[in-house]
Nanobody, 124 residues
Framework: QVQLVESGGGLVQPGGSLRLSCAAS???????MRWYRQGPGKERELVAA????????NYADSVKGRFAISRDNPKNTVYLQMNSLKPEDTAVYYC??????????????????WGQGTQVTVSA
């Protein structure tokens, strides 16, 4: 089945950096991959997205110039490099894709899959 497993979260001081990873399995790793986050008392928001070949990326205005999304297709892994972290970046970060499981019919409607999330806390 489709699995997305995030790692790399933790506690970091303002101005620091973290690199999140999302290991994917159970589907053809050629789909758009996205990172979302949900802060305390906030709705889940899209942070960054990367195309299947890694050539196209998009970012939320709040993270442009500080975060970088990338992917390693042979390793079925997507990354989120986060620099110059701010307290407002504190959130649970989720990996997401819309796909169908390997071996399913082409008539199977793709659906959204999510990882379990990884906590990022930015605090002095």
């Amino acid at each position: 089945q489709v699995q997305l497993v995030e790692s790399g979260g933790g506690l970091v001081q303002p101005g620091g950096s973290l690199r999140l990873s999302c290991a994917a399995s159970g589907f053809t790793f050629s789909t758009y991959m996205r990172w979302y986050r949900q802060g305390p008392g906030k709705e889940r928001e899209l942070v960054a997205a990367v195309s299947g070949d890694g050539a196209s990326t998009n970012y939320a205005d709040s993270v442009k110039g500080r975060f970088a999304i990338s992917r390693d297709n042979p390793k079925n892994t997507v990354y989120l490099q986060m620099n110059s972290l701010k307290p407002e970046d504190t959130a649970v970060y989720y990996c997401n894709t819309r796909t169908r499981p390997t071996g399913s019919s082409i008539w199977t409607i793709p659906k959204d899959y999510w990882g379990q999330g990884t906590q990022v806390t930015v605090s002095a």
